[in-house]
């Protein structure tokens, strides 16, 4: 995967950066290495690994200067760089550790740091990019679909997850995105929890939240049916208005739309019901390299939609005691609206 120049140079050029977060650099370089450091110093490129990857870095990377950990880069290369520039080093502090902060502050008083994100990198998806996670998404639809003939009462929550894994090997270069939830009757009104011994019984909802990674690049789902035929009243009421709600949202999509409208929307169909206090999470959030990650779908955000985001779309309403409704779909934003990519059954029934 090449590097999106153009977007990079928008977003750091007049900035000295060190990128930690491991997926950041992956998206970068599309290198490998549980030991990479990627700098942006004064618009040239270095990167500091260890003799496992020097090699294969330096062969392949040939845009960015590789260093070797062993020779002290950082004291002897970069550190003077930095300072030489005058612009502070933005790093994102959820993955520099207390060791390594503390140590640059006493060995380098005159190092300026700053605490950014860079995760907003990763929200327009190139062509590449969007192929990989259709493929994700396609793997994803393919074992749910596979899974309603396996699904009935006399099942347990762990039978069905054990069962998903057994359905997975069938598919090369693929695992979770992340360990798969299934939870039915009560434990359904959790939004999030692990599988249990607890038996599928007639009249139960089951919620299924469950994601693909294909090559690294993540699909996200969520569905919730019923075992047997026999719905309530009250069941197929939430059922309907969740949907409902999904889909007014998924209407709306295109680009320019403020990201906070979508959750205005669906919030709003929820309390004309009396049900807005029992949605008690977030509507989405991007996907890609990692399960959850820039833009967020909430209110808070000011951000707009733009073509070349993938998000998830995630309404559920939850009953304390009772049981719990969530339905999740993947969404790319086009040119000139969106695409749902998944392709799987959304009914209650199966």
């Not at 612009?87 to 550790?97: A, G, I, Q, R, T």
């Not at 019923?226 to 409902?244: A, H, P, S, W």
């Not at 906070?260 to 989405?284: N, S, T």
Request: overall charge positive.
């Amino acid at each position: 995967m090449k590097i999106n120049e153009h977007q990079l140079k928008k977003l750091i050029s007049n900035k000295n950066v060190w990128f930690k977060n491991p997926d950041d650099v992956y998206y970068l370089t599309s290198f490998k290495s549980s030991n990479l450091n990627l700098f942006y110093i004064d618009k040239k490129w270095y990167g500091i690994t260890d003799d496992r990857y020097y090699n294969q870095a330096k062969k392949d990377l040939i845009w960015i200067n590789i260093l070797n950990v062993n020779d002290s880069p950082f004291k002897n290369i970069l550190v003077p760089e930095i300072l030489k520039s005058k612009k502070p080093l933005s790093v994102d502090y959820e993955f520099l550790n207390l060791k390594e902060f503390n140590y640059l502050k006493a060995n380098y008083p005159l190092l300026k740091i700053k605490s950014e994100s860079f995760n907003y990198l990763r929200m327009l998806k190139n062509e590449s990019e969007i192929e990989l996670i259709k493929k994700a998404v396609f793997v994803t639809d393919q074992i749910y679909k596979k899974l309603l003939l396996y699904i009935k009462a006399g099942k347990t929550e762990k039978d069905i997850k054990q069962k998903m894994h057994k359905l997975l090997i069938e598919y090369k270069d693929c695992e979770f995105a992340f360990d798969p939830m299934i939870a039915a009757g009560k434990n359904s009104a959790n939004p999030h929890i692990e599988p249990t011994n607890s038996t599928l019984k007639k009249g139960d909802i089951v919620v299924i939240d469950f994601g693909v990674s294909y090559k690294g690049y993540k699909s996200d789902m969520t569905r919730t049916i019923l075992i047997g035929n026999d719905v309530t009243k009250m069941q197929k009421k939430i059922f309907d208005l969740v949907q409902y709600g999904l889909n007014k949202v998924i209407e709306i999509i295109k680009p320019g739309v403020l990201i906070k409208e979508l959750d205005k929307v669906i919030r709003e169909i929820f309390q004309e019901e009396g049900y807005d206090k029992y949605f008690i999470h977030a509507l989405g959030h991007g996907v890609g390299l990692n399960i959850h990650e820039e833009p967020v779908i909430s209110g808070r955000s000011n951000l707009i939609l733009e073509p070349g985001m993938i998000i998830t779309i995630e309404p559920g309403i939850y009953l304390p005691n009772e049981f719990g409704v969530r339905l999740e779909q993947d969404v790319l934003i086009t040119e000139k609206g969106h695409q749902v990519l998944n392709n799987s059954p959304i009914g209650l029934k199966i």
